[in-house]
């Protein structure tokens, strides 16, 4: 038995299928403290935050991936950075979002989210960043990353992701299930047959993750009987390597102008950081040695 946040990967049957499988409990617990999100939107950022450790671990080592999910409902969007290091970090819009439960008594996800575009942006140290857009299906997270393997990767998918929220808003399980067909498994009806058989039966993968089983024993439920490979696991963590250092550039990309109007003001300056909540306080003396860096003395 282990709790513990990390990702496995597999292969199914004669490497005709692969899987990723993250609990990510502990990454979800933490996005809640930090944000204070609801329920709701707990869920919302929770599914995101998964999906986006599952395709860090698609990446390379120094890459890197922004998912952006821009709807028109309530939630005013959600934004997720993560790594090949199994680190992630994201924010929503709207963390206080309140909406009734759906016809089927559970959290609105879609509802929040609204109807639009997801893109995924990945930094592969190249001059220009690749983006995948495509229009958001149901808003509920899974669909659309279902339909973004499809399109934009070219991959038949099922995505599994779950949030189950307590009564008290924080976080009882977390998690998601991958599996993608190879190539291999193009022309094996009854192979692709088992496997939505298998995947129309299971149990919700929220209720999944809640218990003490790990990632492996749950892969291993769903597909008993099945040819199957484990080939590695990865920690992952809610991570954010924001830095005083950062903002301080940051401010700096302001301009002098901009720089010097703050000097005026006479006061500090606070910044927030989006992903962590994190607040930065620059003095006005620093303000001012930052725009006499710029060769833009006040003097």
């Not at 995924?120 to 997270?141: A, C, S, W």
């Not at 669909?143 to 393997?149: L, S």
């Not at 003001?265 to 910044?271: A, L, M």
């Amino acid at each position: 038995m282990n709790s513990r946040d990390y990702l496995v990967r597999a292969m199914l049957g004669a490497n005709q299928a692969r899987i990723l499988a993250v609990r990510t409990t502990g990454v979800v617990t933490e996005a809640q403290r930090v944000h204070r999100t609801t329920p709701v939107a707990t869920a919302a950022l929770g599914r995101t935050l998964t999906m986006g450790l599952v395709l860090g671990a698609m990446l390379k080592a120094d890459e890197t991936l922004t998912i952006q999910i821009k709807g028109d409902g309530p939630l005013q969007g959600i934004v997720v950075s993560a790594n090949s290091r199994g680190q992630v970090k994201g924010y929503v819009g709207n963390p206080h979002v309140e909406l009734p439960l759906n016809s089927s008594g559970k959290l609105s996800v879609g509802e929040a989210v609204g109807q639009g575009y997801l893109h995924v942006i990945r930094d592969m140290g190249l001059k220009e960043p690749y983006y995948g857009t495509v229009p958001l299906q149901t808003g509920e997270i899974g669909d659309d990353f279902a339909y973004y393997f499809a399109v934009s990767e070219q991959t038949p998918s099922a995505v599994l992701v779950g949030v189950l929220v307590g009564t008290d808003g924080v976080p009882l399980g977390s998690g998601g299930i991958v599996v993608q067909l190879m190539p291999e498994a193009a022309e094996d009806e009854i192979f692709i047959t088992e496997l939505e058989e298998r995947l129309q039966v299971m149990t919700e993968v929220s209720s999944l993750f809640a218990s003490e089983r790990s990632p492996e024993a749950i892969v291993e439920e769903i597909f008993a009987g099945l040819e199957l490979r484990f080939i590695d696991r990865q920690e992952v963590q809610f991570f954010c390597d924001c830095s005083r250092e950062r903002f301080e550039r940051g401010l700096v990309t302001l301009g002098a102008d901009e720089l010097r109007e703050l000097v005026d003001r006479g006061e500090p300056v606070e910044v927030v950081c989006h992903f962590c909540s994190k607040r930065y306080r620059f003095a006005v003396e620093e303000i001012d040695r930052l725009l006499q860096e710029l060769g833009n003395s006040r003097a």
